[in-house]
């Protein structure tokens, strides 16, 4: 105390106090103390050990898992309802929900369009600009009362899509607003309209088409006990959306589109190498868009894309189009008598000794190294 006392008087007098010995000396115990500690620090710390609770169990299903139940629960009630109206039971009024639950997947002309027809919602004309809101407070769902054209329509999906929030509104002055789900299920329904439409003209195109027996040539002869019924319901039972096949989606009614003059396209050849190549074993195919490139590298590359080059493949198939007209090819890949083999036999309903040239070029400077065949 009297320390203290003496610097503060000597600060007033603005004298320098000498220093305290004593209070030195004792000071000598903390900075040992702060030296341990700064050692401490420099020791590896020692590993936490952590031990983890239990995960939480839902009790129930998630969000995601309910979404899709109710999809799932909708979609057998439409299934339920279409079956009815096509056979002239109708027990209640369309709705538009009722036709997007029976759209949202699978679906065939032969089961839906009557359904889709029995929709009481009439095409409106939409000349108004469009903007895209947020609900107001307390606004309930739009009620739908007309289909606008699908290109309006596709231009509210992609705007509402463009603003990365599916909970917005569409806006016309002189229609109203539409939720993403009904733009949605009102593209369904155009769409699907254009699909039935393209079924109907392919089934008219088989009743009306005549081709005699005797013109009929391998390997297509087992095709003269299939009658004209059962090539029209392939067709009204074929699914018009989404198709999986190993590699591949194909919508369904993209396979309609040849008839007549029609060209005849890539995806509906893909589609019968896919199939052969899914029933026969050992069987590769080609991939039929490769002929269409320049550079031989990029033919190569572009013909193994479905997994011609695997060794196990004893036969590979490939179909090309010379001046829009298909072509086939079918590679033995069979070594016989200890040599190296490989026929190719092909096929030109045209007969023409001009594709039959070129396909044996394409053979021999693609497909050959493609299947590695001078590796034997």
Known sequence: MTTAVGCDTAER???????????????????QISTESEIASTEPA??????FTERTVINGMTKAQRKRAQAKQDRDAALILTAKYRQGKKSKVVALD?????????????????????????????????SVREFDVGQDIPVIKGI?????????????????????????????????????????????RQR????????????????????????????????????????????????????????GHQLLDFRENLWLHTTSILLSLMVLRDTYKD????????????LPEQKRRVAAGFGASDPKNKRVIGVIHIDRHWVAFLIDRTIGNGAKKATCFM???LQSQRNYTVIQKSVRTVIECVLQLGAW
């Open 13 to 31: 007098d603005g004298s320098v106090a000498p220093p305290d010995r004593s209070a030195s000396q004792d000071s000598t115990e903390p900075t």
């Open 46 to 51: 020692k590993a936490v050990t952590w031990s």
């Open 98 to 130: 009722d036709v997007a639950a029976l759209l949202d997947g699978p679906y065939i002309m032969f089961h839906s369009k009557s359904m889709v027809d029995a929709l009481v919602l009439p095409p409106v004309d939409v000349t108004g600009p469009l």
């Open 148 to 192: 606008p054209p699908l290109p309006v329509v596709m231009e509210a999906i992609e705007a509402i899509k463009l603003k990365q929030n599916i909970d917005l509104l569409a806006y016309w002055p002189d229609y109203g607003y539409a939720t993403f789900d009904q733009l949605d299920a009102m593209a369904s329904i155009h769409e699907a």
């Open 196 to 251: 039935f439409a393209l079924v109907m003209r392919t089934t008219k195109w088989i009743d009306e088409v005549e081709w005699g027996v005797a013109d009929l040539r391998e390997p297509f002869t087992d095709t003269c006990n299939i009658t004209k019924n059962e090539y029209k319901a392939y067709v009204e039972t074929l699914n018009l959306s989404v198709n999986r096949v190993p590699g591949e989606c194909i919508n």
């Open 283 to 294: 069987v590769g195919i080609i991939n039929p868009s490769y002929h269409d490139f320049v």
């Open 347 to 349: 096929f030109d309903p």
